[in-house]
């Protein structure tokens, strides 16, 4: 009697256990798979992505570091909406291991994306401060964001002063560099010819207009006529200098021919002869003839 009770008793525990133990395998089987999903994730495969979100769901809690880990990693992968979604979630969400919420993060990829809405300081991310954006902005624009965060950024620059124009020419050569942006371009070609670099400011100008941007034609063509102008001026400067250089040759060449046909004279210089019938070999044996001639005449002669 009593083995048949310690059977019965028995029979749910080891098939309560059987079942602890299924469960178990399930779990680990489901985590294996949201893992190996992670990491294929990318930008240039998606639908991994969207399988470890799914995944995620079931296995961790709504706002548990695994959720934020995948999440963050959709984002970084494409998923202009998940970020977005994942920086309302995770709001008030904050971990012991990271430097600051990871609702920011969030936040800075999303602006990276073009939600520049979400373009906010790390130290003072609730600020509404359109300069603190607007700076936050343009530092991801030249890292490489979306042209609607570029262009929100210059929108606010372009009407500003001071230092704020170094900014300006930066976002407007970006735009204008890295997007063939018309209106970028020509922004930065005015910065230019203000500086004073007119010959930039014509291939900038001359790209605007090719862009479609008409009213960039006219300083296109004013340019081209100012920097043509300089170009002749300084290919006649340059050929002058050519003759200077070649008569200046011809005459260093004639002068040693003169030279070694036995002219001892410098031009435009003065200087005091060897002798007083000349410098030349022939002046110098005649003085020597003279002296010697003096000499045979009057031997005290001074020159004797």
């Given at each position: 009697?009593i083995?048949r009770?310690?059977r019965?008793?028995?029979?749910?525990?080891?098939?309560?256990?059987?079942?602890l133990?299924?469960g178990?395998?399930v779990?680990?089987?489901?985590?294996?798979?949201?893992?190996?999903?992670?990491e294929?994730?990318?930008?240039?495969?998606?639908?991994?992505?969207?399988?470890?979100?799914?995944?995620?769901a079931?296995?961790?809690?709504?706002?548990?570091r695994?959720?934020?880990?995948?999440?963050?990693?959709?984002?970084?992968?494409g998923?202009?909406?998940?970020?977005?979604?994942?920086?309302?979630?995770?709001?008030?969400?904050?971990?012991?291991?990271?430097?600051?919420?990871i609702?920011?993060?969030?936040?800075?990829?999303?602006c990276?994306?073009?939600?520049?809405?979400?373009?906010?300081?790390?130290d003072?991310f609730?600020?509404?401060?359109?300069?603190?954006?607007?700076?936050?902005?343009?530092?991801?624009?030249?890292?490489g964001?979306?042209?609607?965060?570029?262009?929100?950024?210059?929108g606010?620059?372009?009407?500003?002063?001071?230092?704020?124009?170094?900014?300006?020419?930066?976002?407007?050569?970006?735009l204008c560099?890295?997007?063939?942006?018309?209106?970028?371009?020509?922004?930065?070609?005015?910065?230019?010819?203000?500086?004073?670099?007119?010959?930039?400011?014509?291939?900038?100008?001359?790209?605007?207009?090719e862009?479609?941007?008409?009213?960039?034609?006219?300083d296109?063509?004013?340019?081209?006529r100012?920097?043509?102008?300089?170009?002749?001026?300084?290919?006649a400067?340059?050929?002058?200098?050519?003759?200077?250089?070649?008569?200046?040759?011809?005459?260093?060449?004639?002068?040693?021919?003169?030279?070694?046909?036995?002219?001892?004279?410098?031009?435009?210089?003065?200087?005091?002869?060897?002798?007083?019938?000349?410098?030349?070999?022939?002046?110098?044996?005649?003085?020597?003839?003279?002296?010697?001639?003096?000499?045979?005449?009057?031997?005290?002669?001074k020159?004797?």
């Amino acid at each position: 009697m009593i083995s048949r009770l310690v059977r019965l008793l028995l029979v749910p525990l080891i098939f309560g256990g059987a079942m602890l133990s299924s469960g178990s395998a399930v779990a680990q089987d489901k985590k294996a798979q949201w893992w190996s999903n992670l990491e294929a994730c990318s930008f240039e495969n998606q639908p991994p992505c969207h399988k470890a979100v799914e995944l995620a769901a079931g296995l961790f809690g709504r706002t548990d570091r695994d959720v934020a880990t995948t999440w963050m990693k959709v984002c970084m992968a494409g998923d202009s909406d998940r970020c977005e979604i994942g920086y309302r979630r995770f709001r008030t969400t904050s971990f012991e291991e990271d430097g600051r919420p990871i609702s920011h993060m969030f936040a800075r990829i999303s602006c990276f994306a073009g939600m520049y809405d979400l373009c906010r300081p790390w130290d003072d991310f609730e600020t509404t401060d359109p300069g603190k954006r607007a700076l936050v902005m343009a530092d991801v624009c030249l890292q490489g964001a979306s042209p609607n965060t570029c262009w929100q950024a210059l929108g606010y620059y372009r009407n500003q002063k001071g230092y704020h124009n170094a900014i300006t020419y930066d976002l407007s050569r970006t735009l204008c560099e890295r997007y063939g942006a018309g209106s970028a371009c020509r922004a930065w070609a005015e910065a230019l010819e203000a500086n004073w670099d007119h010959r930039r400011a014509y291939k900038f100008h001359k790209m605007s207009c090719e862009s479609g941007l008409q009213e960039s034609c006219p300083d296109a063509a004013r340019l081209k006529r100012r920097v043509d102008y300089e170009n002749r001026q300084a290919q006649a400067k340059l050929e002058a200098d050519l003759r200077r250089q070649a008569a200046a040759q011809r005459t260093t060449t004639w002068r040693t021919q003169a030279n070694n046909n036995g002219y001892t004279s410098t031009t435009g210089q003065m200087r005091t002869p060897t002798t007083p019938f000349g410098s030349s070999s022939r002046d110098v044996e005649n003085w020597r003839r003279y002296e010697r001639n003096l000499c045979l005449g009057n031997p005290v002669n001074k020159y004797c």
